[in-house]
């Protein structure tokens, strides 16, 4: 029955042994990343599949979890059946036997990359918000700075001021 739960379950499943090397996973990382079991006791795979700009810090924090037996939590982006990156967030914990001896780390994987579009998305909008309140207060200072004027070298002198901060790239 475990073992029905385990393929059944919506997310990917792992486990090593004591060495780090992966020595289960369950149906659902066959199916995202469109290996054959055969990769299963193959940590390469895993490895390869992991985009490059992640590989490093992904092995710096498994390598310094595993020395003190931590549980994990990682973020990268993990190539699917498609060929295409998915943002990952894979959590695991250390395993360990009766006797207090370490067996290896047992994870799940869930891809989360609606999530990550989100968050780009909402830092997009943010940035364009903070862009548009600073147009809008240049507008209102300049508009004060014209209101005053009394002829069209203090008109000039005004917009010489406010028109390069308004078309300015930042």
Known sequence: IYQHVADESPVILW????EGDHVYYNRCWYEFTGS????????????????????EQCLQ?????????????????????AG???????????CFGQQGVFLGYVGAVVDISEQKKAEQAQERTNYDLARANKH??????????????????????????????LFSSS
């Not at 299963?40 to 992991?50: H, N, R, T, V, Y």
């Not at 931590?70 to 982006?77: D, F, K, N, S």
């Not at 069209?152 to 406010?162: C, P, R």
């Open 136 to 165: 809008a207060q240049l507008n209102r200072q300049m508009n004060d700075h014209l209101q005053v004027c009394n002829d069209m070298s203090e008109v000039h002198a005004v917009l010489s001021n406010f028109v390069p901060k």
């Open 36 to 55: 054959s079991k055969q990769h299963k006791a193959d940590g390469e795979f895993w490895l390869q599949s992991l985009h490059p700009d992640d590989k």
């Open 15 to 18: 486990m090593t042994d004591a």
């Open 84 to 94: 295409e990156y998915c943002w990952m967030l894979d959590q695991s914990r250390p």
């Open 61 to 81: 924090q498994i390598k310094s979890a595993m020395r003190d037996y931590l549980p994990m939590r990682l973020t990268y982006r993990l190539r699917n059946a």
